[in-house]
């Protein structure tokens, strides 16, 4: 099993900044992959990023140019940079952990973007 722990989210303003953390109860060598996924009200949860334990990294086409996975063994750390935000990227942002044939969700981290 694998607890995680998302934090970073906040209101920021059109075209700011955040990076979102999400720290793991155990190394993250040993997860299959860590992903964030982002629900937006009245919408369907979706993949935004990907990133393997091999360190191979996908992102969300509509959103790559913008966003960046990366992660740091020491802290067992997964990191959503996000730059150059738009009021549709408003969601509530969760880290997911795929450990061997089970999903674990962190509680979700509220990113609001607006004026």
Do not use: H
């Not at 990076?19 to 949860?45: D, F, H, T, V």
């Not at 990366?70 to 942002?93: G, I, W």
């Amino acid at each position: 099993q694998v607890q995680l722990v998302e934090s970073g989210g906040g209101l920021v303003q059109p075209g700011g900044s955040l990076r979102l953390s999400c720290a793991a109860s155990r190394s993250i060598l040993s997860i299959n992959a860590m992903n964030w996924y982002r629900q937006a009200p009245g919408k369907e949860r979706e993949l935004v990023a990907t990133i393997t334990r091999g360190g191979s990294t996908n992102v969300r086409e509509s959103v790559k140019d913008r966003f960046a996975i990366s992660r740091t063994y020491a802290q067992n750390t997964v990191y959503l940079q996000m730059n150059s935000l738009k009021p549709e990227d408003t969601a509530v942002y969760y880290c997911n952990a795929e450990l061997e044939r089970n999903q674990y969700w962190g509680q979700g981290t509220q990113v609001t973007v607006s004026s």
